[in-house]
C-alpha cells in the first residue's frame, strides 16, 4: 500500500469488510454503449457517496441500484510533466480535476483517477447483501452494503484522502473552493 512521505498520512489503507467512497476495486466491468462486455474490465474507485450505500427502505431492504466509479490510469503512461505534477501535487486540490492515489502492487503501476471520467453500474452485478458491523464487544452497532461477488476491493482512500477526493470534486463541479476545515 502507499504510505505517503514520512509523518503524512497513507494515501491508501486496507479496505473495510463494506463498501465505502473512495473502495478501489481490482477490476470492475466498463461499459461500452450502454452494455457489459466481460473483456473490458479496469481497475476503479468507487465514488458513490456512503450516504447513498447505506440507504436503507422501512422494510431495511437495500435502496441502492447504481453504483457510480471511476476508472483508475496509469501515472506512467503519461508525459513526464504530468507524472511529475500527479505526484507532486499528490495531497493538494490543485489540479482539481484528478486524484493521485499512489502505487497499487496488486497492479504494479502508480494510479490516478481522473473527476470528469464517471461511469456507472448496476449495483445488482456485486450482488448486494447488508452485513453487520460490531463494536469491540461484538454488538451490532449498524449495517453496510456489501458484496458477494468476486469484484474484489484491494484498497480504499484513507479517511483524510476521501475528504480530500470530496473537496477535488466540490471544486471541479462546481468550480467554488471548500470551506476550510477546523481541524486541518
Known amino acids: 500500500m502507499v504510505t ?16 465505502a467512497q473512495g473502495d478501489v476495486f481490482y477490476s470492475v ?4 454503449n450502454g452494455e457489459f462486455e ?3 474490465e479496469s481497475p476503479a474507485l468507487l465514488i458513490t457517496h456512503g450516504c447513498a450505500l447505506d440507504k436503507k427502505s422501512r422494510l431495511g431492504h437495500l435502496r ?4 457510480n466509479f471511476l476508472p483508475l490510469q496509469n501515472v506512467a ?3 513526464r510533466e504530468k507524472q511529475l505534477a500527479l505526484r ?5 486540490l490543485n489540479p482539481s480535476e484528478v486524484l493521485y492515489l499512489g502505487h497499487l502492487p496488486e497492479h504494479d503501476f502508480e494510479a490516478f483517477v481522473v473527476l470528469s471520467q464517471p461511469f456507472t453500474l448496476p449495483a445488482a452485478i456485486f450482488d448486494p447483501t447488508l452485513i453487520d458491523v460490531r463494536d469491540e464487544s461484538g454488538n451490532v452497532i449498524d449495517t453496510r452494503l456489501s458484496g458477494r461477488s468476486s469484484h474484489r476491493r484491494i ?5 483524510c484522502h476521501v475528504e480530500l477526493f470530496k473537496d477535488k470534486m466540490n471544486a471541479f463541479w462546481t468550480r467554488r473552493a471548500p470551506m476550510a476545515r477546523e481541524n486541518a
Do not use: T
Not at 7 to 15: E, H, K, Q, S
Not at 88 to 92: F, T
Not at 155 to 159: G, N, T
Open 38 to 40: 466481460g473483456d473490458n
Open 77 to 79: 503512461a503519461q508525459e
Open 29 to 32: 466491468p466498463l461499459p461500452a
Open 64 to 67: 441502492i441500484e447504481r453504483l
Open 88 to 92: 507532486s501535487y499528490a495531497r493538494d
Open 155 to 159: 484498497a480504499r482512500l484513507s479517511d
Open 4 to 19: 505517503g512521505a514520512a509523518n503524512l498520512p497513507p494515501l491508501l489503507v486496507p479496505p473495510d469488510d463494506w463498501f
